[in-house]
């Protein structure tokens, strides 16, 4: 341990020295129920969490310094785990029969978090099982046996959990999927003795993954935003990790190109200075583990990704890390030295074009960076968005994508689309007779389109509208040359019926110099929309209260609503963005 920790074995002992004195919360009955009577979630979730980290520091500063001095805290927390009816979240329970956030005793539940829980416990158990035997076998064999009812039996028994995919019925499948089977997998190979029992539990864990990665697509974009990209690509890396160990190597898909554009995206995506392309629930914010994307760089020989990986150092040395995620915790130790010798690198081709997702990534000489996207609106973490674009200049967004609020039960329920971050009217698109997008398979891009050598993106945006919006065709096209970027709408109607609008979501500082003008200023970046003089501009301010929100913009942002008075069959619309001095 002292040769594997090097000279993160003392900061690990200090957060372990940190909970020594640490009081174990008891999640209440009314901290469950909490979820259904008010749709909050973090109630039953912060003192949970909370748990969950000091188990893992203790762990860790136990296996640094290696003299028992921890090991009385550690088995408190793993009793107050064992004492709980469940390790699934209130938000996540509702799968049981009942459909109620109370945990049934009899009907465990496996989520993100029963997983986590139960990865950090079944390496608790691993290495700690020897320390607990000393003080009372019952320690080990109690958390053995809450191990094999909570995790691997229901695993191996309950097919009825939808990220699974078993039974699949062409239902959506996202990061779910690979957290939930790298954590499983990873249980049975510290836990299970019987080879055939490891064997059967090995493949189901094949079976389904592979279910995930026949229904996202081969280009490798994460639909759910880079946000989730270290839940969905790179919890793909530790199942893949783990897989080919416990195969010895037999099993092991990492030359796949479809892996390795997987890896890349989080590198396309990162736009710098801690901004990213952000559609759907993803934040605007976010930088991604630089231990993470070294992994997946080194898995897959991508020398972008290593090289992305020391960028998002900026200049510091590694770090000791350190979460609930006992297995990304010591891989990250495995890889410290190798990325801290890397050469800190972020090169991005002019265009990224994901032709199955339908994302497009533009950029020019001179800073100006624009995302676009076709794509559909039942995607994972979905906003109704098709056609919707952001654009950057010198890496700060001036049209943004206002990212996701707290989440609440409404967030996943069925009024999700009641929430206004997740409406096409608070996106960049246009409102169709006065019709704005609607959720579904069905309402999608058509006819989308990368010319890459000229940097445009096309798509027809009219089937992502219901009936009612009575449209033809609606075709938004983006083009970026080294000074602008021009946007077109080109529409056909089946009857005109109200007047359109379209709108362009901002912060910073809003001006109106002019009719057909509008400047920007956005922390020292400053650009102008020219658009048609048939339409009144209008500037609607959004208060942002939830911290999620405004802990990215600030106390608000901005809609500018460009409204017409005529009604028109037919049109086209330009619209011109440039830097001004």
């Not at 200075?273 to 070294?294: C, K, P, Q, T």
């Not at 995620?325 to 130790?333: G, M, N, V």
């Not at 967004?397 to 409406?423: E, H």
Request: neutral net charge; charged residues 25%.
């Amino acid at each position: 341990w002292d040769r594997f920790l090097g000279t993160f074995k003392d900061e690990y002992i200090r957060r372990g020295e940190k909970r020594l004195n640490y009081q174990w919360q008891v999640v209440k009955a009314t901290d469950y129920l909490a979820f259904e009577r008010t749709g909050n979630r973090q109630i039953m979730e912060k003192p949970f969490g909370a748990n969950n980290g000091a188990i893992a520091d203790l762990l860790m500063a136990e296996l640094a310094e290696g003299k028992g001095r921890f090991v009385d805290q550690l088995i408190n927390g793993v009793f107050n785990a064992c004492e709980m009816t469940s390790w699934a979240l209130a938000a996540h329970i509702i799968v049981q029969p009942s459909h109620r956030a109370l945990p049934a005793y009899d009907y465990p539940v496996i989520d993100l978090t029963s997983g986590d829980l139960g990865g950090l416990l079944a390496w608790t158990y691993h290495f700690m099982r020897p320390s607990f035997d000393k003080v009372d076998p019952e320690i080990s064999r109690r958390l053995r046996h809450e191990l094999q009812t909570r995790i691997l039996d229901p695993y191996m028994n309950n097919d009825s959990f939808w990220w699974m995919g078993r039974n699949y019925n062409g239902r959506m499948l996202n990061n779910w999927n690979p957290w939930c089977n790298s954590n499983a997998l990873m249980c049975f190979m510290l836990l299970e003795d019987n080879r055939d029992t490891l064997a059967k539990a090995v493949h189901l864990t094949m079976e389904s993954v592979d279910k995930f990665l026949n229904y996202i697509k081969a280009d490798g974009a994460c639909e759910e935003g880079p946000s989730y990209w270290g839940h969905a690509a790179g919890k793909t890396l530790d199942y893949l990790e783990l897989l080919s160990d416990i195969t010895g190597d037999k099993v092991n898909i990492f030359n796949e190109p479809m892996i390795k554009n997987m890896g890349e995206y989080i590198s396309r995506s990162y736009i710098g200075n801690g901004w990213v392309v952000n559609f759907a629930d993803a934040s605007a914010r976010g930088e991604g583990n630089s231990y993470l994307i070294y992994r997946f760089g080194k898995a897959v020989n991508s020398e972008e990704m290593m090289h992305f990986a020391a960028y998002l150092l900026n200049g510091r040395k590694p770090y000791a890390t350190m979460g609930n995620d006992a297995f990304r915790s010591l891989q990250s130790l495995l890889c410290c030295n190798d990325l801290a010798k890397e050469t800190p690198k972020h090169d991005m081709p002019d265009v990224t074009w994901y032709p199955e997702t339908e994302f497009c990534y533009m950029k020019n000489k001179n800073g100006m960076f624009v995302a676009a996207k076709g794509g559909f609106n039942n995607e994972s973490h979905n906003h109704n968005d098709v056609g919707t674009f952001s654009l950057y200049v010198n890496t700060i967004p001036v049209i943004l994508d206002a990212g996701v609020g707290t989440y609440t039960k409404q967030t996943f329920g069925k009024d999700r689309y009641t929430i206004w971050t997740m409406q096409s009217n608070y996106h960049n698109l246009p409102m169709i007779n006065g019709i704005p997008q609607k959720y579904g398979q069905e309402y999608k891009a058509t006819n989308t389109i990368c010319n890459e050598k000229k940097r445009m993106f096309s798509t027809d945006i009219a089937a992502a509208y219901p009936s009612e919006a009575k449209v033809k065709s609606w075709i938004r096209s983006y083009t970026l040359d080294d000074r602008k970027l021009t946007i077109t709408d080109s529409y056909t109607l089946d009857e005109a019926v109200a007047p359109n609008q379209v709108n362009f979501m901002t912060w910073g500082n809003v001006t109106f110099p002019s009719l057909g003008k509008i400047q920007i200023e956005v922390k020292g970046q400053k650009v102008e929309l020219d658009y048609p003089t048939q339409f009144k501009a209008e500037l609607e301010t959004i208060q942002l209260d939830d911290p999620r929100l405004s802990n990215v913009w600030g106390k608000e942002i901005y809609r500018i609503t460009l409204k017409t008075e005529e009604k028109k069959a037919t049109g086209n619309y330009k619209f011109v963005i440039q830097q001004v001095k």
